[in-house]
């Protein structure tokens, strides 16, 4: 993001945004630390591809099965927004399909495979992202 401004800082936005990002930088630094507590609490990693021993359903998992990968998206934002031209902003997506196409796809086959139906109910009962 920061290369692609400097290289190429397609049209400003407006200088509020700056102030605006404030808010998905402190709900993405609040979501990733609630997810983490309730990993620990669960005794369980929060490293990718390593196998979970416990399935967290609760807290920021009961909005979204993915609150780490959410939160990092909502700090692209706020980054992108401090930056205040259009350039990052075009990113985000670009970061979202990469994040689920060679994180989440994986890590789900990876949840079913261990906790089969409760993993599947959990997943018809929870959206990917928000």
């Given at each position: 993001?920061?290369?692609?401004?400097?290289?190429?800082?397609?049209?400003?936005?407006?200088?509020?945004?700056?102030?605006?990002?404030?808010?998905?930088?402190?709900?993405?630094?609040?979501?990733?630390?609630?997810?983490?507590?309730?990993?620990?609490?669960?005794?369980?990693?929060?490293?990718?591809?390593?196998?979970?021993?416990?399935?967290?359903?609760?807290?920021?998992?009961?909005?979204?099965?993915?609150?780490?990968?959410?939160?990092?998206?909502?700090?692209?934002?706020?980054?992108?927004?401090?930056?205040?031209?259009?350039?990052?902003?075009?990113?985000i997506p670009v970061f979202?399909?990469?994040?689920q196409g060679r994180f989440?796809?994986?890590?789900?086959?990876?949840?079913?495979?261990?906790?089969?139906?409760?993993?599947?109910?959990?997943?018809?009962?929870?959206?990917?992202?928000?």
């Open positions: 993001m920061v290369l692609l401004n400097l290289a190429l800082p397609l049209g400003r936005l407006h200088p509020l945004n700056r102030l605006i990002g404030l808010v998905p930088l402190v709900l993405g630094v609040g979501v990733v630390l609630a997810a983490d507590q309730q990993f620990k609490r669960a005794g369980t990693t929060v490293k990718p591809f390593q196998p979970s021993t416990a399935l967290v359903t609760t807290g920021v998992y009961g909005l979204t099965r993915n609150p780490m990968y959410l939160s990092m998206v909502l700090m692209l934002i706020a980054f992108a927004l401090f930056m205040n031209h259009v350039g990052p902003v075009l990113l979202i399909y990469v994040i989440i796809l994986a890590e789900e086959q990876m949840l079913e495979k261990a906790f089969g139906e409760s993993y599947r109910v959990y997943k018809g009962s929870v959206r990917r992202w928000i």
